[in-house]
């Protein structure tokens, strides 16, 4: 999404883009992204992306960038939620399981992840009503949480839509899980994300709390379906996102 906002013109705003993940990616080679203008109109830009690893393509995007217009407005009522406030943060919540974890289980985690929860990390998260999911148990295919990224951000709406939808991979595929026993730390797991459609409706700032409400509808064929949705403070619908990922469990032996 960066490389294909980067062509475009600073007046036209991210306004929807839909992408595939290919292949599995790696942090150890770098990464070459190729931009092709599909459209330049006078009202809507679209634009391309393909993106290639080690010679072979892993990922491709379309995104469509237009001026903020007129036209009719409505939208739906914002859920209701506490404020962030109220909400302990995620690492907290995960540190709270984690004392009470089975100590067998709990050499059975990623490594790093007690670690990681006790660095600051580049986005905020605030669950709602948090289900245990070190010890998941069967429930709703439902997740809330307020976000926000740490620290001012500057006046750039390209940046905080790519901000969002960077962060809102986080709790989509595992939405799905919740009512089926497990989760995406279970060792016996294989999840990934297919392909990933985002769309923004109003501006909005990432610096600022932002609730994000998700649910799974489907889950059927070794594939899951998750929709999501992000309100702002004051109650804006400003983005709505669909991912379909692969979701597997392998059997205990």
Known sequence: AAAACSTVREDRALRSLHSYFLKPGSLGHPIRYRVETMREGLEISHRRVEASQKGALIFHLAASFSSMGGGLVHQDEMPDAPP????????????????????????RLPKGLERRLHEEQPIELRPISPANFLLPGDGEPRRSMWMRCRGELPEDSRLHSILLLYASDFPMVGTALQPHGTNTLSPLARVASLDHGAWFHAPFRFDRWTLFQTRSPRAAGGRVLVHGEFWSGDGALVSTCVQEGMARVRRQR
């Open 84 to 107: 962030p406030g109220e909400c302990g943060t995620e690492a907290g919540m995960i540190r709270e399981f984690l004392d009470g974890l089975d100590p067998r289980l709990r050499r």
